[in-house]
């Protein structure tokens, strides 16, 4: 069996890259697709940083005249560096249910980085930040993808452990619907936290909106230059202002600003937590385009949305332990449920299975654990 491998190189090349998926999940109804802009943006060298200090190429894979697979390759070095033994990346992977097709993307992947004196990789993953479009889905098929998550059919799994792939993370989204009570114990403790003199809590000013993102900003670039989990903390990279002020600008359309909150102590930013409204619901009903007719559907999308994701939340070191965390979560969630009523559950990606006291707050918090992304390693 004969594969040829296509480097993306133009349009129709990119049009491939993003159809072959339809046709791979035309049996999986929970897929939806990610909106194709934002795919382009991380593949676009004057719009992603990571191109700065890191290289990225992308493939399609053909039978004949037949697409059968896409994936792309990647590095970044100077973050690379950080993980033992150095490894290289791959991700964005979508093939049919096919083992040597598999073992023919990985063989080329490890060749790609061998050349490029690497001895192991890992994937899928991004290239960008580990928070969206990250891991394979290994748990929880049954369910549609949150918005920034992918949705993969259950055979990845066994084509990819098959090529030798060793397990190297899990990570986990945590679920709560909205119609489920409050715990009470953890309402009473809000509540004295609230009361606290100096504590303050306020939605998102969208009339200030750029300086309320650069009071987010700040306080995420201190809580995750400083975290519990020592390769995570290695491998976080600086929100610039520029990147907050476009993330802005994309998520101003669909905000509900009683999801997003910043809690203050004694006037200083202190804590925040972000939450949007799940955007794969507008990605499946419009093929992942955005065209300009898509954008009434966009504007009236978050009084319909069904599902909201918990994007990124922190708080300043000097302020855990005063239970900030939870005082943003159990507000957002109150707040929330009162201005979208639409709402049926949130879900909260991304937290890894070595952080027991995220997942133990999550969990008393009324959250469960309902899906897994997992990545794995190659050492060759």
Not at 233 to 247: A, G, I, K, N
Request: aromatic content about 14%.
């Amino acid at each position: 069996m004969s594969f040829q491998f296509q480097k993306v190189e133009t349009t129709d090349h990119i049009d491939v890259f993003h159809a072959l998926p339809f046709r791979l999940y035309e049996s999986f109804p929970q897929w939806a697709p990610p909106f194709r802009f934002e795919i382009e943006q991380i593949f676009d060298q004057q719009k992603n940083d990571f191109f700065e200090d890191g290289e990225c190429e992308r493939y399609l894979v053909y039978e004949g005249d037949c697409p059968v697979a896409r994936f792309a390759v990647m590095n970044t070095p100077q973050r690379d560096k950080v993980l033992e033994p150095t490894m290289g990346g791959m991700g964005f992977i979508e093939m049919e249910n096919n083992k040597i097709l598999a073992q023919a993307i990985i063989n080329f992947a490890k060749e790609w980085h061998h050349k490029r004196g690497y001895s192991a990789m890992r994937g899928p993953i991004n290239f960008g930040e580990n928070d969206m479009y990250w891991g394979l889905l290994v748990e929880n098929f049954n369910e549609p993808p949150i918005y920034g998550m992918f949705y993969h059919p259950p055979y990845y799994q066994e084509l990819l452990e098959n090529t030798g792939a060793e397990k190297l993370d899990d990570h986990w989204s945590y679920k709560r619907r909205f119609d489920k009570p409050l715990p009470e114990r953890m309402v009473k403790i809000t509540n004295r936290i609230e009361q606290k003199p100096g504590v303050e809590l306020r939605p998102i000013d969208m009339r200030n909106i750029y300086r309320d993102a650069e009071y987010i900003r700040q306080i995420y670039n201190e809580a995750w230059s400083d975290q519990d989990i020592q390769e995570r903390e290695s491998e976080f990279t600086m929100l610039t202002q520029e990147t907050v002020e476009q993330m802005v600008d994309k998520l101003k359309p669909v905000m509900i600003p009683d999801s997003v909150l910043l809690a203050f102590v004694d006037g200083e930013p202190a804590s925040f937590i972000v939450c949007v409204p799940d955007l794969n619901e507008v990605s499946k009903e419009t093929g992942g385009r955005l065209r300009w007719w898509h954008y009434p559907k966009l504007f009236w999308f978050k009084r319909r949305a069904k599902h909201l994701r918990t994007l990124v939340f922190g708080t300043r070191p000097k302020y855990r332990k005063m239970g900030l965390e939870a005082l943003t979560f159990i507000r957002g969630i109150e707040y929330t449920h009162a201005a979208a009523p639409s709402l049926e559950y949130l879900e909260g990606a991304w937290v890894s299975e070595k952080n027991w006291l995220m997942q133990r707050s999550l969990e008393a918090l009324g959250c469960h654990h309902h899906k897994t992304h997992r990545t794995y390693k190659w050492e060759f």
